[in-house]
């Protein structure tokens, strides 16, 4: 899987976190049930979560209003008891009307997008009990594997603390957000009984933009071309299957972008505005979401690679599909890319890339099998460009990461331990490509300067001159060319750049880098 499939391990989750009725991505579902299922904690999700036989739901998660939530909590007295307070239920006469707004929504969504209504939308009010069980049964050990290993390799990056509970967190967030979800499985809107009337419109809106993408090309078989994990089914992966194990993330963010694209559409529709005349109102509206809904504290709490990965398919996808309208019209941003579609994340963080159907060369990858003979595999899979964004936002801010990322041209992973030591520290290898050989000085040393905040020590064993990569009016950060060493308390780390390629050694035995370097620089 790709790094940043990794948030979201397994199935998908859709969450509406923002106080104006804002979505954020399909990454939690499988937290959720293991907490119901008193499994270990496990990574990459959809009730939302992500991959495995759950691409069947889209849960949303529902728009905090003000004062509730944490913000209540705070405002009891000190040493009052914790108690929730009492839920109020949508009344059957609320029901009635709201099932009734269902085929209303759905006509404007089939105006605003041009997919064709080809059957009626099966709805049900449903229950938090009724949540819960549908999760546990869309659910297996599989995805609680996924999740671990998914989780580990992440803290093997520092992008998660090493303490960090991702379960524990995207349990949370569901609690906090959940408002509704499309089941493809059943053809069946779901509407949650606990959510104000008030709010169900919105997140109808855009659940109803999943159903019309399910009528028009099937979502549970076209969202499963990019739902394979490359760790499970090539034991040698080829340059192609690196490519493809993207798909996953950029079908995800054209399904999300465009059912944003309509929610935003309804919310202007009463004042006769649309996401096509009102590029400022569209913004505000993607820097909340951004910014997550004001009283999530568990959003809030989160690291920046879970922040970036949840909102990635609704952002980035959003600003896709109106690149899309602007270019295209209607037909080229809705039914043209669901026939079309994107499989990397660069073609959806730069659409010019997918419209203008640049190709770029798959990379050349070492013998895993031969070259991991002493290991045991646990995990390998792409890292594309919204990956090496996420890095870079952790360790030098979003200003340098902007410059950088759109020179990414390729990258892989993959993890592994020595045979039969489960207690052994997790190895690494890690490449990268990039479209000069300065901006791979630059990348080396972006990643170098990680080091210090992810080992207890990383002391420097050799060294080439640096210098500055950016001229007076840039970001400036050091560049790092040729081979470098740290020696740390999980092994040595090495980071050798040659041309436009960077290669990174962690926790792997001499040999092995030996091996792998003669393979990826042709030595």
């Keep these: 899987m790709s790094l940043s499939s990794a948030g979201s391990n397994g199935k998908r989750a859709i969450l509406v976190l923002s106080a104006a009725g804002r979505s954020l991505c399909w ?22 979560a992500q991959k495995p036989d759950v691409p069947d739901q889209h849960p949303e998660q529902k728009p905090a209003s003000p004062g509730s939530g944490s913000a209540q909590a705070q405002e009891k007295p000190a040493g009052a ?27 404007f969504d089939s105006k605003k997008t041009g997919l064709p209504i ?17 999760l546990e049964k869309h659910t297996n050990d599989e995805d609680a594997k996924r999740l671990k ?5 992440l803290k093997k990056f520092g992008l998660l603390p090493r303490d960090f509970n991702l379960e524990k967190l995207l349990v949370d967030l569901l609690r906090e957000q959940v408002a509704g979800y499309y089941d493809p499985k059943t053809k069946t809107v779901n509407l949650l009984n606990w959510v104000p009337l008030e709010e169900q419109e919105p997140v109808l809106a855009h ?9 028009w090309v099937g979502l549970q078989k076209w969202m499963r071309k990019g739902e394979k994990e490359l760790a499970e089914i090539k034991k040698n992966p080829t340059p192609a299957d690196i490519e493809n194990d993207e798909m996953d993330n950029a079908r995800q963010a054209v399904v999300e972008g465009q059912a944003e694209a309509i929610m935003l559409d309804y919310a202007l529709a009463p004042v006769g505005r649309s996401i096509e005349d009102s590029p400022e109102l569209v913004k505000s509206m993607e820097s909340e979401m951004s910014n997550g809904t004001p009283d999530s504290t568990a959003f809030k709490n989160a690291p920046i690679f879970l922040k970036e990965s949840l909102t ?58 031969h070259d991991f003979k002493n290991y045991d595999r646990f995990d390998i899979g792409a890292m594309g460009e919204f990956d090496v964004a996420l890095l870079m936002d952790q360790y030098v ?21 020595p045979k039969g030591n489960a207690a052994a520290a997790l190895g690494l290898l890690y490449v990268s490509r990039w479209s000069s050989p300065e901006k791979a000085e630059e990348f080396a040393a972006i990643y170098a300067r990680s080091l210090v905040q992810r080992y207890k020590k990383a002391d420097e064993a050799e060294r080439d001159s640096s210098r500055n990569a950016a001229g007076d009016d840039e970001p400036k950060i050091e560049v790092l060319k040729g081979l470098h060493r740290w020696t740390t308390e999980e092994g040595t780390v090495l980071i050798e750049e040659q041309g436009a390629t960077v290669l990174v050694s962690e926790s792997l035995d001499a040999a092995t880098t030996q091996t792998l370097e003669k393979e990826v620089f042709g030595k």
């Design 27 to 48: 990454v939690v579902l499988l937290a959720w049930t293991m907490l119901a299922q008193a499994t270990p904690p496990a990574q990459k999700a959809n009730v939302g």
């Design 81 to 107: 008891p914790s108690t929730p307070p009492e839920e109020s239920k949508i009344t059957p006469q609320q029901a009635k009307e709201l099932f009734h707004t269902v085929d209303e929504i759905l006509v």
């Design 118 to 134: 080809k059957r009626q939308v099966k709805r049900k009010l449903t229950s938090r009990d009724e949540v819960v069980a549908y």
């Design 149 to 153: 290993r998914s989780e580990l390799v």
């Design 207 to 215: 659940e109803l933009t999943h159903a019309l993408q399910d009528q």
């Design 312 to 369: 990635f398919p609704y952002t980035h996808g959003l600003e896709f599909v109106i690149k899309l309208i602007e270019v295209g019209g209607k037909q080229k941003a809705f039914a043209g890319v669901l026939a079309n579609p994107p499989h990397t994340t660069r073609q959806i963080m730069q659409p010019e890339t997918y419209l203008s159907g640049e190709k770029i060369e798959p990379m050349p990858v070492p013998d895993f099998a």
């Design 397 to 417: 801010g979003p200003e340098l990461s902007k410059r950088l990322y759109p020179e990414w041209r390729g990258g892989y992973y993959y993890a592994a331990r």
